[in-house]
């Protein structure tokens, strides 16, 4: 087993801990849906939660393909380029953190996290891109 799969088996549990994280917004209290979701248009309530339903999904289906194809992925063209769509979802969180906020300070836990999640699947892409 080499340092890319073992990142990659790292990658799907990752993703899988972040998989559960967003199946309990419903219950967290610091994000306090059932309150502030009741102040949304139906139309806008519905957009947030199908978003983090899809969210959910994404992340399951990058739990399984990580942990199933840890060999193939980093060694194949469009493996490649499905690790290379991994991290530009992270990146584009992390750049969210700051662009997006209207001025509230990123929280550094997840300025960390979201470059964790584009290191756990950039490595292996560019280990392998000219090979």
Excluded at 12 to 20: N, P, R, T, V
Excluded at 37 to 47: E, K, P
Excluded at 60 to 80: A, D, H, N
């Amino acid at each position: 087993m080499t340092i890319f799969e073992i990142l990659l088996i790292v990658g799907g549990i990752y993703h899988l801990a972040f998989g559960f994280f967003h199946i309990m917004f419903w219950r967290f209290r610091f994000l306090n849906w059932r309150e502030e979701l009741s102040h949304m248009s139906c139309i806008n309530r519905a957009v947030i939660q199908m978003l983090n339903v899809a969210v959910i999904i994404f992340m399951i289906l990058v739990t399984y393909i990580s942990l199933r194809y840890s060999q193939e992925l980093p060694t194949t063209s469009l493996g490649r380029d499905i690790l290379l769509g991994v991290s530009a979802f992270w990146l584009a969180r992390l750049l969210g953190e700051f662009i997006l906020k209207d001025g509230i300070p990123a929280k550094p836990g997840i300025v960390i996290a979201c470059t964790i999640g584009i290191l756990l699947y950039v490595v292996p892409a560019i280990a392998y891109i000219n090979k």
